[in-house]
C-alpha cells in the first residue's frame, strides 16, 4: 500500500522550532515530489511547502525564510524544518505526493497523510 505518515508535531512556545517528518512506504518515494500542507482552525488547506523529485524547493510565503523543506531517499522521509514559529502556524500539518513536480494547485496531490498537530502558543 502507497503510505505516507507524518510525525514530529507538538506543542511549541512562539520563536521556537519543529521539525515535522513525512515517511512514505509501498512506493519509491524518489520519483515524487512532496508537498506540506496545513489546515488551520476556520481556515481553508494551504500549501506551505514543497519539493521536487529532483530537490527542488518550494515555500509558501508566509514561511519563506524561515521553514526548511528536505529529502532523504535513502530514509523514505521528506523533513519540513519549522523555525521562527509564529501562533498563525498553529494547524494540522499533512504531507502528499505529486508525480516529480511540485505543483500550486493543491488538488494534483494525492496519498494524503493522517496528519500532525502543530501548536504556537504561550
Known amino acids: 500500500q502507497v503510505r505516507l505518515v507524518e510525525s514530529g508535531g507538538g506543542l511549541v512556545q512562539p520563536g521556537g522550532s519543529l521539525r515535522l517528518s513525512c515517511v512514505g512506504s509501498?512506493?519509491?518515494?524518489?520519483?515524487?515530489?512532496i508537498g506540506w500542507f496545513r489546515r488551520a482552525p476556520g481556515k481553508d488547506l494551504e500549501e506551505v511547502s514543497c519539493?521536487?523529485?529532483?530537490?527542488?524547493?518550494n515555500y509558501g510565503d508566509p514561511v519563506k525564510g524561515r521553514f526548511s523543506i528536505s529529502r532523504d531517499n535513502a530514509k523514505k522521509t521528506v523533513y519540513l524544518h519549522m523555525n521562527s514559529l509564529k501562533a498563525e502556524a498553529t494547524a494540522n500539518y499533512y504531507c502528499a505526493r505529486s508525480h516529480r513536480a511540485c505543483s500550486p494547485v493543491i488538488g494534483t496531490f494525492g496519498s494524503w497523510g493522517p496528519g500532525t498537530q502543530v501548536a504556537a502558543s504561550s
Open positions: 509501498g512506493f519509491t518515494l524518489d520519483t515524487w515530489a
Open positions: 519539493i521536487t523529485a529532483s530537490g527542488t524547493m
